[in-house]
């Protein structure tokens, strides 16, 4: 092979190798680096006759850690009528979530969730 072809094969290798390497750059910068967890399946509070929670009405908001396998680890109660907290605890715990990722790989992340009585 000539010296003349050998630069242009390193040249156009070199081309090809830059071009893959903004592509790749380019399309990581394209996805959001956090992306929160997103509620799959919410369940309801139940505040049938005989719950202490009957007949009253309003918000919780409770702070679950959603876990990577989409399921609630720790769940406390951030805002709302105190009456409430025990249903919305209990509710909470059965939800469901796609999980949060970081840089595309699922994390641990915390959800406001709120649940209407």
């Given at each position: 092979m000539s010296l003349k072809?050998?630069?242009?094969?390193?040249?156009?290798?070199?081309?090809?190798?830059?071009?893959t390497l903004v592509?790749?750059?380019?399309?990581?910068?394209?996805k959001p680096p956090v992306v929160p967890p997103h509620p799959v399946k919410v369940v309801k509070p139940d505040c049938s006759v005989w719950q202490s929670c009957h007949g009253i009405h309003g918000e919780v908001v409770v702070i679950v850690d959603v876990l990577t396998d989409g399921t609630v680890g720790d769940a406390t109660v951030d805002k709302g009528d105190p009456r409430l907290a025990d249903a919305a605890l209990r509710a909470a715990k059965l939800c469901r979530f796609r999980p949060g990722t970081l840089l595309g790989k699922p994390t641990s992340m915390n959800f406001d969730l709120k649940c209407q009585f």
């Amino acid at each position: 092979m000539s010296l003349k072809t050998r630069i242009f094969v390193i040249a156009v290798i070199a081309f090809c190798s830059s071009v893959t390497l903004v592509n790749r750059v380019h399309s990581q910068a394209a996805k959001p680096p956090v992306v929160p967890p997103h509620p799959v399946k919410v369940v309801k509070p139940d505040c049938s006759v005989w719950q202490s929670c009957h007949g009253i009405h309003g918000e919780v908001v409770v702070i679950v850690d959603v876990l990577t396998d989409g399921t609630v680890g720790d769940a406390t109660v951030d805002k709302g009528d105190p009456r409430l907290a025990d249903a919305a605890l209990r509710a909470a715990k059965l939800c469901r979530f796609r999980p949060g990722t970081l840089l595309g790989k699922p994390t641990s992340m915390n959800f406001d969730l709120k649940c209407q009585f």
